[in-house]
């Protein structure tokens, strides 16, 4: 027995020692991982090399790690706007680089109005006299777009373009939520405030075409006027109008078909591609048979930092869905970012703030929690103590709850193809009372107000609580066209009549008050340093700082920097690939909508119909999120 023991206790100290020393060899390895930096990378000349396997977003969204374990997927890559115009731009003046190469085989999409800021930067790349060489498998109109500013555009023989333009059906649940005998109780304010009609009604209202007419034909204007002016050669009417005829007088062959209407200039696969791109800038046999001296994104970026020169300007960008708490970057966290402004102006750094919106708005007390933020920095004082300088900058997107927080703008830069407006709330409400009855199932209980265990989703709503809301609502909204009316120094009655739920695109806001000059977010900064009489400045984007668990896992969700590298975004894009996409958003905005209904929600300043215009497709852990997040209401 003695012996026993003794084996034992030794068998003991090795199984405590083995569990040390796996604890050790554990926390080194996080320490290491969490002191991780990326490390500039070498910009070897050649290409800047940009192989966008994502969508083109305003503000990366932080990567969680439980979403991306759940999926079971490789992280969706994204591209900030400004990190590639500012890359772009470089390379125009920088002699190490020969040429831009943009590979869109995998590409993500993107808004058009930051397509357009691309573009511009593509521009500048050829007026130094330095080829733009973009190649795909599938230009949609996204792709299309960026085509345009290219000296050299290529398309897979396999590949061609497909030109739908903005639009496209809704979803509506009337007739559905009647046969299951679930009552949606609606409570809004805005004839144009569609957001809520597909639980009121089967079809859009007249009211919400009317608007949705008007916005898409002056972004669809301004997509068409852009392709146009950037290769005026083109001619893309065909592939508009008749893109059937148009593929047939090519013998069917959509390549043909793209290049003979000068939209694409070179068909050829990824081979032939690299190896033209190799004669003008240089061969990398290093790297692969067809490869090309080239540099990465993230490289070129570490060894070109932006300048910081002169006084700081904060400039916060509310990007998403604007949600209640503290979510993360690529949702609009209402206090995370009421947390920065509000350190920002407690800190004294900034002489001004520019605010950059790209959001169809969200919650009420999440879009008030941001504006009482801005306005308190605003108040702060800035240089000369007479009050901080706030400017707005409009991306492509800043409608309800994204007008709500621009409100303290001393001025509202926006572009021609910005949508915004949509200036009215909504809630909704289900309940189940009818349904239960249906099949047997009954209520009763005892109430000592007309408010006791409102809102009950079982009994039903009373009807002194369906008045209360409808109440808290209209004075929602009052106080909404309150405050877009200081803002805009007009009576609320003035404001009422450009208000109502409607959605405006940035030409006709301008018209109307709601926007002050077109310009984007650098004509945003440069007017705030200005006015805060800041000779020289530069911008500063408040929480941009990633930590470095973060930099890790977007590095896994990098690929390569190289022209032969894996990438990530999925496989190449032909039109079987496109509808399947659409199917997989389909699924989403199906979603999207009972969560909607079922959520709990309070009060929302959104814009149903603003969040899918021309915006990039979900990604595959945006669609375990919305799942999960479903998922969990139904089972609390």
Request: proline content about 5%; aromatic content about 6%.
């Amino acid at each position: 027995m003695k012996f026993a023991r003794t084996v034992w206790k030794i068998l003991v100290a090795i199984k405590d020692g083995l569990v040390l020393l796996l604890l050790l060899l554990f926390f080194g390895a996080l320490y290491t991982v969490l002191t991780l930096r990326p490390s500039p990378g070498v910009v070897q000349g050649g290409a800047l090399y940009l192989p966008l396997d994502g969508p083109v977003v305003e503000e990366k969204a932080r990567l969680d790690p439980t979403s991306l374990l759940l999926s079971g997927q490789t992280p969706q890559k994204e591209y900030q706007e400004r990190d590639l115009v500012r890359a772009i731009e470089a390379a125009a003046s920088d002699s190490r680089i020969k040429a831009v190469v943009l590979d869109l085989e995998r590409f993500g999409g993107g808004r058009q109005v930051a397509l357009s800021r691309i573009g511009a930067a593509m521009d500048k790349v050829r007026a130094a006299k330095k080829p733009v060489m973009i190649r795909a498998m599938l230009y949609t109109d996204d792709a299309v777009q960026l085509a345009a500013h290219a000296s050299e555009a290529w398309v897979d023989p396999m590949g061609g373009v497909a030109i739908t333009g903005p639009g496209g059906t809704g979803l509506y649940y009337k007739a559905l939520l009647d046969r299951l005998q679930i009552k949606a109780h609606v409570f809004k304010v805005g004839t144009y405030k569609s957001a809520v009609e597909p639980f009121m009604r089967g079809d859009s209202s007249p009211e919400a075409k009317e608007a949705l007419m008007a916005v898409y034909s002056a972004v669809w204007d301004g997509w068409q006027a852009e392709v146009k002016k950037a290769r005026p050669k083109a001619d893309i009417g065909p592939a508009i109008t008749d893109p059937v005829q148009w593929i047939a007088k090519a013998g069917g062959d959509a390549a043909k078909a793209a290049q003979r209407s000068g939209i694409i200039d070179r068909i050829g696969d990824k081979a032939a591609f690299g190896k033209r791109v190799a004669e003008v800038v240089g061969a990398d046999p290093a790297a692969g048979t067809y490869a090309f001296k080239a540099t990465g994104l993230a490289s070129y970026l570490a060894d070109r930092p932006a300048p910081k020169e002169g006084k700081a300007i904060a400039v916060v960008t509310i990007a998403g869905n604007i949600v209640d708490g503290n979510a993360e970057p690529g949702t609009a966290g209402g206090n995370r970012i009421a947390d920065l402004i509000d350190k920002a102006a407690a800190s004294g750094d900034y002489s001004a703030l520019v605010v950059r919106i790209d959001s169809p708005g969200g919650s009420v007390i999440a879009s008030e929690r941001i504006r009482a933020a801005i306005a308190r920095m605003k108040a702060s004082g800035g240089s000369g103590g007479k009050g901080m300088p706030v400017a707005v900058s409009m991306g492509s997107l800043a409608a309800s709850g994204g007008y709500w927080v621009a409100t303290p703008a001393d001025r509202i830069f926006a572009e021609p193809a910005t949508i915004t407006g949509s200036i009215g709330i909504f809630a909704v409400i289900p309940s189940f009372e009818d349904a239960l009855a249906k099949i047997g199932v009954g209520t009763d209980g005892f109430r000592t107000t007309p408010l006791s265990g409102q809102p009950d989703i079982i009994g039903g709503l009373s009807p002194q609580l369906e008045a209360v809301l409808q109440q808290q609502i209209e004075a929602g909204y009052g106080r909404f066209v309150g405050l877009v009316a200081a803002s805009r120094r007009k009576t609320p009655a003035d404001i009422d009549k450009i208000a109502q739920g409607r959605i405006w695109d940035g030409g006709t806001a301008r018209q109307i008050g709601l926007v002050d000059q077109f310009g984007g977010l650098d004509e945003a900064v440069a007017w705030a340093a200005k006015t805060a009489k800041a000779e020289q400045s530069h911008p500063v984007f408040l929480g941009e700082t990633a930590s470095s668990f973060q930099s890790l896992l977007q590095s896994f969700a990098g690929g390569s920097d190289g022209p032969d590298g894996a990438a990530t975004g999925g496989p190449a894009r032909d039109v079987a690939a496109l509808i399947a996409a659409q199917q997989i958003s389909l699924a989403d905005r199906l979603a999207s909508d009972l969560t909607r209904l079922m959520g709990s929600a309070g009060a929302q300043a959104y814009c149903l119909e603003c969040a899918g215009m021309s915006g990039p497709p979900s990604t595959g852990d945006a669609r375990t999120r919305t799942w999960l997040a479903l998922l969990t209401q139904f089972l609390r």
